[in-house]
């Protein structure tokens, strides 16, 4: 919930669903971190994915796919990071389970190793030899 009480992802306006489907939607993440920023969502108010219906995450990866490749035709990303913040400790925000496809772009960070790693900075980087 929201500090109004009221659940975002429960009140989306028909306008902004890019995809659907019975149990799942598409979204373009309103604070993106990338261009073509999207998030899947489950239609039932749901906080956590291991709270879901097998029904309910075979609709949202469903989704996922068809996302993917509308962001392939329309950006042409060079690959993606997914993740899921689940539960306030792991980050989450909304409490309604939101998964995160994220385009990346060659060049949009130096050294893009890693990816979902770095939510722990000081654990992200394996590659590099201790001085």
């Known amino acids: 919930m929201s500090a109004t009480g009221l659940c975002p992802f429960c ?20 604070y993106p971190v990338s261009p073509g920023h999207t998030l899947v969502i489950p239609v039932r108010h749901v906080a956590s994915f291991f ?8 609709a949202l990866l469903s989704l996922m796919d068809a996302a ?11 690959g993606n ?4 913040n689940d539960g306030p400790s792991a ?19 130096p050294d893009p190793r890693g990816g979902i790693r770095w939510v722990i900075p000081e654990n992200a980087d394996y590659w590099t030899e201790a001085t």
Not at 20 to 29: E, G, K, P, W, Y
Not at 81 to 84: D, H
């Open 11 to 30: 009140a989306l306006p028909s306008a902004r669903i890019l995809l659907h489907n019975d149990l799942a939607v598409v979204v373009r993440d309103a």
């Open 68 to 78: 993917k490749w509308s962001l392939q035709t329309e950006l042409e990303p060079a």
């Open 91 to 109: 980050g989450q925000t909304v409490g309604h389970l939101h998964i995160h496809l994220i385009p990346r772009y060659l060049g949009d960070r």
């Open 81 to 84: 990071n997914i993740g899921i």
């Open 51 to 58: 709270d879901t219906t097998a029904d309910e995450r075979s």
